[in-house]
């Protein structure tokens, strides 16, 4: 026979009532007590009964996370992270990946609604040949009032969302870059992704700013979705005259990508091409050669991102926030920083 809240009630004598605020953390319930009444429950095996605590609080405890695909690893980073702060807060996540099918990621947004997820996650649609179906959805969903956060990048609508700066990232990196010597910088992106296009803003800018030329020829825009591409684009880049000193890219995994393409050429990291990327993937600094590159923490977004989710769950008229995380500059080996000499001021 299962514990019920009232064989807790009776080896802690108190009232049930005191047992239920207690087992939700109620702030009317002392620290002692709610610490008493849990020792007790975990003794007795007490496991709640979620359909019960959803019929009287009409929520789930479960919120849903859309993303587009985990080739990323950034993205693996992201949800392992969800997955842990939705924990903490004592909710279900659950996940669907859309692979970047604008069709499917509706699809399971309705679905999710249907399985009365209290609230959804979503990840930024970063083609930006579907940004305006992407909108739709969401204006669909606040609509609705359906709560949601969207994650990693901003777009046109009052809802709550936390993004990264991409542009500033990517002008710290070349500001960088050029402090320390190189001028022949490549940049290879993702042309159809909106986030690489704020990243090719910022490495204009700096450019710009230190009053070095913007080559076209060094600028590489690929769908990078087939080994042949770097393959073309590494053949490229070292027949160019003059030929770069680092490329910069987009993400660490296409970094690593024209790292195995350098390697099969016989090229060294820094010393005959340094290379950069974006995100700090876990790993990096355990390669061979340690990668430059700009760090976003997936701990931070998840974390930021349950909570605020969360907290408009609880209060629906509360104020939609947008909040703006700066990227931070992972200075390592992988730029020539050794080699190099910094430039006089």
Do not use: W
Not at 16 to 44: C, D, G, Y
Not at 274 to 295: E, M, Q, S
């Amino acid at each position: 026979m299962s514990v019920t809240i009232k064989d807790i009630a009776k080896e802690a004598n108190v009232n049930f009532s005191t047992v239920s605020l207690a087992l939700n953390n109620h702030p009317r319930i002392s620290s002692e007590t709610k610490a008493k009444i849990n020792a007790i429950a975990k003794k007795l095996n007490y496991i709640p009964n979620i359909s019960a605590t959803s019929l009287k609080n009409k929520k789930t405890q479960t919120i849903g996370l859309v993303i587009h695909a985990l080739t990323n690893p950034f993205f693996v980073q992201l949800l392992a992270n969800a997955e842990d702060a939705a924990y903490d807060h004592k909710n279900d996540l659950i996940v669907c990946f859309s692979g970047y099918k604008m069709d499917r990621e509706e699809e399971y947004m309705n679905l999710l609604m249907k399985r009365k997820v209290d609230g959804l996650l979503i990840t930024h649609m970063t083609n930006n040949v579907q940004e305006e179906s992407f909108l739709k959805i969401l204006k669909k969903l606040k609509e609705n009032k359906f709560p949601f956060v969207l994650l990693m990048e901003d777009i046109d609508l009052d809802c709550n969302c936390i993004y990264i700066d991409y542009a500033k990232g990517e002008y710290d990196l070349i500001n960088y870059l050029i402090k320390i010597g190189h001028k022949h910088i490549a940049f290879a992106y993702n042309g159809t992704m909106s986030k690489s296009l704020k990243k090719l803003e910022g490495y204009k800018k700096a450019l710009k700013e230190n009053g070095i030329e913007i080559k076209p020829e060094l600028i590489i825009s690929k769908s990078f979705n087939t080994y042949k591409h770097y393959e073309e684009i590494t053949e490229q880049l070292l027949s160019a005259n003059p030929r770069p000193t680092v490329l910069v890219t987009a993400d660490d995994y296409m970094a690593l990508r024209f790292q195995e393409e350098f390697r099969n050429r016989g090229l060294m990291i820094p010393q005959d091409i340094a290379l950069a990327g974006f995100d700090d993937i876990a790993f990096l600094n355990h390669l061979k050669f340690p990668l430059t590159t700009v760090r976003i923490s997936p701990e931070k977004i998840a974390k930021l991102g349950v909570e605020m989710l969360l907290g408009q769950i609880e209060n629906p008229e509360a104020e939609l926030k947008k909040i703006v995380i700066d990227p931070e500059l992972i200075i390592r080996e992988s730029c020539g920083v050794k080699t190099i000499m910094p430039i006089k001021s």
